[in-house]
């Protein structure tokens, strides 16, 4: 029988118009994904000023400088609600890769934060 379970990836933002590049392993029994959800420390920084390119099992699920602002998730939202649905994608060799970028704007100042990857996935 399979079941759901979340993981949360973390990437520190150190750097204003940085670039930032983690691959994470998924454990062994997880088949596939199926959401995906960004959060913040700081939102505000994450919504106006990060793009990303995110990959599972070395398949482009969002393109390289998908605006973060898309995949986050209001409090208005209920919480079963909040993952972006990608479907079911297999989990294959359990590594995810996001490729942040931290862009300027004149609507906020930068200050280092944290951006959290989320992922549901399905387990065996």
């Given at each position: 029988m399979?079941?759901?379970?979340?993981?949360?990836?973390?990437?520190?933002?150190?750097?204003?118009?940085?670039?930032?590049?983690?691959?994470?392993?998924?454990?062994?029994?997880?088949?596939?994904?199926?959401?995906?959800?960004?959060?913040?420390?700081?939102?505000?920084?994450l919504y106006f000023r990060g793009t990303q390119k995110i990959e599972i099992n070395?398949?482009?699920?969002?393109p390289e400088n998908f605006e973060s602002k898309l995949l986050l998730s209001g409090i208005g939202v209920a919480p079963n609600q909040r993952y972006y649905d990608i479907g079911s994608v297999p989990a294959g060799n359990g590594t995810v890769k996001?490729?942040?970028?931290?862009?300027?704007?004149?609507?906020?100042?930068?200050?280092?934060?944290?951006?959290?990857?989320?992922l549901l996935c399905q387990a065996d």
């Open positions: 399979s079941k759901l379970i979340k993981k949360r990836f973390d990437i520190a933002v150190t750097q204003a118009n940085g670039s930032f590049s983690k691959t994470f392993d998924l454990d062994k029994n997880i088949t596939h994904v199926k959401g995906v959800l960004l959060s913040s420390d700081k939102d505000d920084l070395k398949e482009e699920v969002f996001i490729e942040y970028k931290d862009n300027p704007d004149g609507r906020t100042q930068y200050a280092p934060y944290r951006v959290s990857l989320y």
